[in-house]
């Protein structure tokens, strides 16, 4: 059974660390916002590192909160974080590639859409957490900053593509609109919740992902 405080922690330390960043965020602030005792963090977690490695274990792994986790959690709990971390947005750089230079024209403008979105989605808080703390976050923030770079170059790739294919309109200048796709599946895939200057705790990935995609459909569709 889930340990309530530990989920209750997540999300907490996680604003906390987006938006105050890591150097900042004292043990007391996430007991305050957490509503839990800095005494009872204590039992929880040995020190606001291990909480930090927490966080973005949870992240790249949704099933690890569900687990037996042996309590205290330790720094020492999470020694292949790094590895972790390089092997996740790695892999999501090659599956987001696969369809570049095959010559299957069935995936859609839609879908590469869809796929953008889920994957800012998905790991959105880890990804914001690495931006936001660049210094303390060392080698991690380095492989997120190579694979942001990829990603990016390869949606450009897929809007010249789905140009040359007939998919979507011409376009004056592509690039730009490739940081635009990404940038705005990014604001309401991730900023919306955690850093907007009007966060929305409340809205639903589902309805965000519908108003994004719908939007940038209109946009560029034939």
């Not at 960043?21 to 590192?49: E, H, P």
């Not at 687990?67 to 092997?87: A, C, H, Q, R, Y």
């Not at 140009?163 to 900023?191: D, N």
């Given at each position: 059974?889930?340990?309530?405080?530990?989920?209750?922690?997540?999300?907490?330390?996680s604003?906390?660390?987006?938006?105050?960043?890591?150097?900042?965020?004292?043990?007391?602030?996430?007991?305050?916002?957490?509503?839990?005792?800095?005494?009872?963090?204590?039992?929880?977690?040995?020190?606001?590192?291990?909480i930090?490695?927490?966080?973005?274990?949870?992240?790249?792994?949704?099933?690890?909160?569900?687990?037996?986790?042996?309590?205290?959690?330790?720094?020492?709990?999470?020694?292949?974080?790094?590895?972790?971390?390089?092997?996740?947005?790695q892999?999501?750089?090659?599956?987001?590639?696969?369809?570049?230079?095959?010559?299957?024209?069935?995936?859609?403008?839609?879908?590469?859409?869809?796929?953008?979105?889920?994957?800012?989605?998905?790991y959105?808080?880890?990804?914001?957490?690495?931006?936001?703390?660049?210094?303390?976050?060392?080698?991690?923030?380095?492989?997120?900053?190579?694979?942001?770079?990829?990603?990016?170059?390869?949606?450009?790739?897929?809007?010249?593509?789905?140009?040359?294919?007939?998919?979507?309109?011409?376009?004056?200048?592509?690039?730009?609109?490739?940081?635009?796709?990404?940038?705005?599946?990014?604001?309401?895939?991730?900023?919306?919740?955690y850093?907007?200057?009007?966060?929305?705790?409340?809205?639903?990935?589902?309805?965000?992902?519908?108003?994004?995609?719908?939007?940038?459909?209109?946009?560029?569709?034939?």
């Open positions: 059974m889930v340990d309530i405080r530990l989920r209750k922690i997540f999300e907490e330390a604003k906390l660390f987006i938006n105050k960043g890591y150097a900042r965020t004292q043990i007391s602030y996430i007991a305050k916002a957490s509503g839990i005792s800095v005494g009872a963090i204590y039992t929880l977690f040995t020190s606001k590192k291990a930090f490695d927490f966080v973005l274990k949870c992240v790249i792994d949704s099933n690890y909160i569900e687990g037996d986790i042996e309590l205290p959690v330790k720094e020492s709990d999470f020694i292949t974080l790094e590895d972790d971390i390089l092997e996740l947005c892999g999501n750089n090659q599956d987001f590639q696969k369809h570049l230079n095959d010559n299957d024209d069935s995936y859609s403008f839609e879908q590469m859409l869809s796929d953008v979105f889920d994957i800012l989605s998905k959105g808080v880890g990804f914001l957490i690495l931006q936001n703390n660049g210094t303390d976050c060392g080698v991690p923030y380095t492989n997120y900053v190579d694979f942001r770079k990829l990603f990016c170059e390869d949606v450009k790739k897929y809007v010249f593509k789905f140009m040359k294919q007939g998919k979507l309109r011409k376009l004056e200048y592509p690039e730009h609109h490739a940081r635009l796709i990404v940038e705005t599946l990014s604001w309401w895939g991730m900023h919306i919740k850093d907007a200057f009007e966060t929305n705790q409340t809205i639903s990935q589902e309805i965000s992902k519908k108003v994004a995609v719908d939007a940038l459909l209109h946009s560029y569709s034939m």
